[in-house]
């Protein structure tokens, strides 16, 4: 427990940098690189918030979290009750303080940035999740009494999981049915045991079963149950569709079927979720990279995930091929800056234009355009033109494609009266997030594209208070 | 409650049908009831297992149980195949993949070579039960390996059975037989031919002179089986494909064989180098303790249940 220090001390303290694994050790094994604050640091990055009557950092959070008082407990050594102020407002706060861009959002809205380093907001919400997981004393809320109504929710992602838990707190029978044989969406399946350990999203997990949510693995709806099953035979009074912008696009360059040449969801599904990493131990294979060139093709945090990946699976060289420059990069910083560190190295400015292999059919290297940054486009970014003449061959045994995703239509496609927009989305009201067939809600990256954990979240909280609503008054 | 997929998928019976092909009927009442002929499930064994297609050969949607027919190639295809009645599957998920296109051709050939007279057999039955005039042709290296001929005669017009050997049935290939068939101007409106790339490539070319429309039943390595990997793509008419969920059957006339055969020696090494070890430890593990064998080779997972 602490005093508050006067205002001119806290601007004297330097923002605290996230204790790391070494950069050339943690390249090679797939540890989590931030071993995250002790007691000690969390409370010197605490003392540095200005305590604002405004706070501005709360605006800037998607899902306003109360920034200031969760500090302020922090300061307090009340760190049980901070974690569960963070909780009101966001049900997965180990993961966010991991894998929020923060940069662009609490951080970036934070009144101390303007002159000095913005507060460390992730890394203390961190602390305060990572405390409560430890002490095992994550308080888990009661549910109400049973209502006798039946939610089911599609997929298992960030949105899925937030409305479920919910939901389950209003007493509503909650069913989670996921494609795969694991729970978690992209946190498991995408983002790697490096960034966010497996463990955590399990807890997580393993806190809703006990509150009751009851989950299905290997189901996929649109599949093995339709959404109308669901609502008619199967007697569910709702359904959440959380699926997910998960199919993966690729590039339409000659030689793209190369053996070698890979989606990032390919890659980080057998690196991830199977476990190709740890081939003593697990039966799923993934192209050798070993002592190889791998090139990943993007720059946001899935082409960051894929880099760090390879280069843990041993990759000679490990390139970042961008087109535009990194300042137009979406990635975090964070990650940024810790795949220079580990050694990858950036080709911005770069296109792929073909894929070269030999004979056998495997990838052997890739043509380059080098691109110049021209006028700015609809996204405000500034676009880039090929250069003439400059195409160069650059040597490549793996290349991973990490340039977005677009909607998964098999919900879509066999629920014919929810209608979808031109990309294929799911078009969901904003307030509400229901959809145009009654008793029918979708939110999270299957209505906004691929967006962020928190954004998912967010989305997966709305859902949960209009599918309360809609239960009690059954108006639609 | 509703009885959920997820539950249990536990094998009922299982039998081996020819050296190293085995039947399985596994519980699995949410994909018994909603199965179509030509749909796979994605299987996974045990806990550090991968995950791979098989067909759904046939269901039983009143006893909740589907049918998969195995043929012991790899290390994961071979565990199966060590499973008995009792013994479970961790995870089965489908039916997945798009059910055959069954309409009244006319006469159709259907083909199957080795353990792909398997995967032939329930879109053979759908094609007869709307009408169409079955002509099956059953091949085999060997007599011991031809498998279905029973089912497939009961569902057929006519049913030939070739081996390249010549041990069972007439010798030679199953090209041979069609060519033989269209040549005697015998009247085929259609052909569905499932086996090995370079059979389905063949058939492609028997076909191809006489424009008789024909579908194969495409087999590349998949993971997830739901459109969110890319890895199951193919090369259709110079178009990428995803085969788990736009196929897996194609027009066998616009499919790049070529790509399709290279793309799937792409873990060539490692699958034999898991096999080689997989061999290795069952020689070892063969003693008669009554005890599941991927409990044996993988005790970090626990025991297993067996009910
Ligand atoms: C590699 C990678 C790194 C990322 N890094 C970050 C980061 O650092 N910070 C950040 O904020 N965001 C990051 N993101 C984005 C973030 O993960 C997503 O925006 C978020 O997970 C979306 O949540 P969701 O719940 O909408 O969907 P998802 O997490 O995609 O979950 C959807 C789930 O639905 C399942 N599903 C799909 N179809 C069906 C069906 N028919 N039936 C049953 N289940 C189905 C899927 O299998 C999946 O489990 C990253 C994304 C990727 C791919
Ligand atoms: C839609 C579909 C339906 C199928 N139905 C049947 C069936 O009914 N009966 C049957 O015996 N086989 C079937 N197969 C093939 C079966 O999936 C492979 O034999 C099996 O995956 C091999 O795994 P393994 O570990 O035993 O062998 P491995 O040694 O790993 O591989 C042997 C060969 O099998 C192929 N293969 C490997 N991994 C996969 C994978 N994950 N997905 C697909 N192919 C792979 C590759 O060509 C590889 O060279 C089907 C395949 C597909 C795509
Ligand atoms: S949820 Fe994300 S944006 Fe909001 S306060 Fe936490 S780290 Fe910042
Ligand atoms: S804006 Fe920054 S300084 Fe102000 S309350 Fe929020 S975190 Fe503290
Ligand atoms: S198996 Fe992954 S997309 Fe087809």
Known sequence: MAERLPPKERTKIPRQAMPERDALERAHNFCEVNSGFDLALAEKEAQRCLACADPKCVHGCPVGVKVREVVDLVIEGEYLKAAAKLREDNVLPAVTGRVCPQETQCEGACILGKRFAPLAIGHIERFVADYERQTGEAGLPTPAPPTGKKVAIVGSGPAGLSCAGDLILKGHHVTVFEALHEIGGVLLYGIPEFRLPKDIVQTEVANLGRMGVEFQTNVVIGKTITVDELLNEMGYDAVFVATGAGLPKFMNIPGEHLGGVYSANEFLTRVNLMKAYDADHYDSPVYSCANRNVAIIGGGNTAMDGVRSALRLGAKNAYIIYRRSEAEMPARVEEVHHAKDEGVQFMTLHNPVEFIGNDEGFLTGMRLQKMELGAPDDSGRRRPVPMPGSEFLLPIDVAVIAIGT????????????????????????EATLRTTKRGVFAGGDIVSGSATVILAMG???????????FLNTGVW | MNQLATSMFSIVEAWFLAPDIKLLKIQAPLIARKRKAGQFVIVRVHEHGERIPLTIADADPGLGTIT????????????????????????????LGNPSDIRLFGSVAVIGGGVGTAIAYP?????????????????ARSKELVIMEEEMRATSDELFV???????????????????????GRSIDHVLAIG?????????????PHKIATTVSLNPIMVDGTGMCGGCRVLVGNESRFACVEGPEFNAHAVDFRMLAQRNRLYRSQEQAAL?????????????TPCCQLEKEHPEIGPRSHT
């Open chain 1, 406 to 429: 677009g909607a998964n239509p098999l919900v879509q496609s066999t629920t014919p009266d929810m209608q979808t927009n031109k990309w294929g989305y799911i078009v969901a009201d």
């Open chain 1, 459 to 469: 989305a997966g909280r709305t859902a949960a208070r209009s599918i309360h609503e």
């Open chain 2, 68 to 95: 998969i027919i195995v043929q012991g190639i790899g290390k994961t295809t071979r565990q199966v195949n060590l499973l008995n009645a009792g013994d479970a599957l961790l995870d089965v998920v489908g039916p």
């Open chain 2, 123 to 139: 879109t053979a039955v759908a094609l007869k039960e709307v009408g169409n005039f079955v002509i099956s042709i059953v091949g």
């Open chain 2, 162 to 184: 070739v081996t390249d050997d010549g041990s069972y049935g007439r010798q030679g290939l199953v090209t041979d037989m069609l060519r033989e068939l269209i040549e005697a």
């Open chain 2, 196 to 208: 090995p790339i370079p059979m389905m490539q063949a058939v492609a070319e028997v076909t191809r």
């Open chain 2, 276 to 288: 080689k070890k997989f061999e290795n430890w069952l020689q070892y593990a063969l003693d008669p």
